[in-house]
């Protein structure tokens, strides 16, 4: 290994000159990260925060190694701490409202016209994963990957490969990918039969039992191409089947009566065991002179009944060669669930439903701003601050829900350190 | 449903043909498309965080890859 080691300078030097041979231009790249280096360490911190809801801080090690022959091999860690209270499903009424904490060991309380939030979620996670990116021929690589997380009541494990064909002088690539995750739910308290009643504290939950399983597999195909000297494009066609218990153990729906809409009881949401799921991804990087522009298009739809459309946009604009600004800004818009349903109306049956605002139609709306600094031509900091707003509609008021702010809009704000370091 | 899947990804396959057909882009010419900011994912950790709040906050995932991890936030 360390023979190896000492000749990288000596290769690099005869590609340097190869380079000067073929009469590649010099790019001034005094003051920018390279593509590449032996090292790069990646380092950044979010910090979360949703109004009244949940706070989160979630700090990330990426290490990337050029291991010789073409080869690299990337690790990652990820630690989420988040904390807060989440919406529980249940929706606001005139009146105060008690509920059964998910163990089963106290009751939390919502105000009169005040959304429900249960202020017991707080999780710690912990992610790690790798890769090793390999050439398999003169025109063919292969990224290999393995990735496990856990958290106090979800673990998960996964591996993925991505086989990678360049060809047309490579300014085509064509890729194909499949990854495969075994996860287990550890619901607190246990997981809640579907459409059970919440207990009225100190009765306990109706359980299905804990550890069950949620197999997940994706497969990719897609096509990279380079337009231009200063275009790239890409599309993928992904995609996704998800099985097993896919609801989720904490979440509840108010069952409301069909005329006035007061909600009489409360139960626990059940969704489909299996779920695939297909998308459509476009992107596309210009440069113009100095500055870089990005946009992606992604159509997805799936067998729950959504279908969604999103934008993102990046412009890095060049202060000078040392510093830049990035605005960024994304619209996402879905449809409902077929199993959406904002309340449940008191003597009607349903094989499935979720009162989650996350499966409602919804829109998400995010603008942020990202600054940038060489440091050297090694390392670099930025900062980036972002703002989201999401939208959902309920699926139906009812009598006197119309007093009521059924689904209320929720934002967030995000603000990222990040510090890069190559040798 | 799975139509306007099939509809863009014939769409996707048809402009991927027509880029073949262009003037292909030599190594020496690559000068713009060699740096870090003109890759497909600049900042790989951006772009994770990003994954993670919205599949997160949203009902879709996916698109840009495969692989990543599962999470119970969803």
Redesign the interface.
Known sequence: MQLKNKHKPVRRGLALAT?SL????V?N?AN????SSEWEV???I?F?AETDRVSLA?P?I?ARKDIGDDQFLTM?L?LDTLTGSSANGAVATGSAQTFTTPSGQGTYTAGANETPLDDSFH?T?V?L?GEWERPLGASTRAIF?V???T?Y??Q?I?V?A?FNWDF?????TLTA???Y?A?T?NPVGGAPVGFTPMPTFPSVKATQGTGLS?D?G???IG????????D???????Y?NESGYLTDPYKILSVVDGTTGDTNSYVYEQRPDSRS???????W?H?FEED?FRI?Y???????G???N?VDMHY?FEINPRHYLEPHVRY?A?SA?DFYHTSLIDGQSYDNASADY??AD?T?TTIGL?YGVSLSNKSEF?I?AEH?L?QADPSQVIGNQSAQDLVPD?T?N?L?F?YTLQW | MMKPIFSMAILAIALSQTACSMQPVQPWERDSLAQRKMQLVPYPNDAFLDEHIYFSKEASRGGAGVGGGGCGCN
């Open positions: 380079a073929l009469g590649v231009p790019v790249t920018a990260l390279q593509p990646d380092t950044s979010l979360y979630e990330i990426r990652k990820v999780d996670r992610a994963s990957g990735n496990a997380s958290e009541d979800y998960s996964g993925s991505t047309n002088q490579k300014n085509s990918g499949l990854a995750n996860d739910v949620k997940v994706d497969l990719i096509w990279t191409q380079i337009l231009g000297r200063k790239l494009m890409q599309v993928n066609f992904v996704g799921r297909q998308a459509f991804f476009w992107r990087s440069m870089v992606s992604r159509y997805y739809t799936d067998d729950w959504i279908a969604s999103t890095r996402y879905q669930a996350r499966l919804m998400d990202k930025s980036r989201m999401q929720v967030a995000m990222t990040n």
